[in-house]
């Protein structure tokens, strides 16, 4: 069976979860059909409300409805709802510490047909600057799901960024899925790998092609940018001597960052960063495409490892 889009892993969990919490309501910007949202539009007709191609207005509606004890989920692409709707995210759902969950589809270069206008490239940048938020990537399917009931029942706003396809699969059944815990994907003790998103399974990939090169890498999945989980990221960078981070994503004010802001403060060890390298990506056949194509490819990663591994020597 193939791997499910992350998208749909998602709406199908918040139309199951709606059924569980009769709190729960549903915004989108006239995208359900984009965000699969319209799980649970068809399920709870009631408790949905399509504002129409107006993020800034859904974000204030849903600070209202969390304000008056109803459990919002905000649904919209992560480019638009994270650009156009900045202002009312920050006042009326940060700064009232509403407890509104914006499901941030399309993240990425996922939304590879639209080109750089519906890229969301800056999106972790952003959010994860803004106080009171939590910053959610989701490796695969099976954490995109999971991560509905983590944070529906998590008090405070939180960005789940989706990708809108599959990515590769991650997550085990048995996974203790936790908000600021990072997961240990793969063991190893030459080099540290950080990834969050879709960036994980490509990570895993590097790992194997950096075994053929007699590189043991161990590979962080670290699906919660915010807040970070600097106790493991610190043991594992102590254990092996340096670190690379992967994301879809600007290497500007993202996860690499985020990393590299915790290490210079309290373990500098050599790191490099994954990710788009300060530039807009162009429209492409596929997300794999772009990606490739802008220095998210698996061999990126693993070329990156061997950069770190040559300056722990040295």
């Known amino acids: 069976m193939s791997n499910p889009a992350m998208r749909e892993a998602y709406g199908k969990a918040l139309a199951d979860y709606g059924a569980v919490n009769p709190a729960v309501v ?11 949202s319209s799980y649970f539009a068809s399920r709870f007709p009631t408790r949905f409300f399509n504002v129409g191609i107006a993020e800034p207005c859904m974000v204030d509606m849903s600070a209202g409805l969390a304000l008056g004890g109803m459990l919002p989920f ?3 692409f992560a480019a638009l709802v994270a650009l156009r709707a900045l202002e009312q995210i920050r006042t009326c759902i940060c700064y009232n510490r509403a407890n509104v969950k914006i499901a941030a589809s399309y ?7 639209d080109g750089p206008t519906h890229h969301a490239i800056t999106d972790i940048a952003i959010m ?5 938020m939590t910053v959610i990537v989701p490796a695969d399917a099976g954490e995109a799901a999971a991560f509905v009931k983590l944070i529906a029942e998590y008090d405070g706003p939180v960005y789940l960024r989706l990708n809108r396809s599959a990515t590769q699969a991650v997550s085990q059944p048995d996974d203790n899925l936790q908000i600021g815990r990072g997961i240990v994907r793969r063991p190893g003790s030459d080099v540290t790998i950080i990834a969050c998103g879709s960036m994980a399974g490509r990570s895993l990939q590097a790992a194997d092609i950096l075994a053929g090169r007699g590189v043991d890498a161990c590979v962080l999945d670290m699906h919660t940018v915010k807040p970070l989980d600097n106790e493991l990221i610190l043991k594992m960078a102590g254990e092996t001597g340096g670190v690379v981070t992967a994301e879809e994503h600007t290497v500007i004010g993202g996860l690499g960052s985020a990393v590299a802001e915790l290490l210079a403060q309290e373990m500098p060890v050599p790191q490099a960063c994954v990710g788009i390298k300060d530039t807009f990506a162009c429209t492409g056949p596929d997300p794999e495409t772009i990606m490739d194509a802008y220095g998210l490819g698996v061999r990126d990663i693993a070329d990156a490892a061997l950069k770190v591994m040559e300056k722990k020597i040295k």
């Open 107 to 113: 993240a990425g270069v996922s939304d590879f047909k």
């Open 26 to 36: 549903a915004l989108d910007a006239d995208t359900s059909s984009s965000t699969l």
């Open 128 to 132: 994860r600057s803004l106080p009171e």
């Open 74 to 76: 905000v649904n919209a």
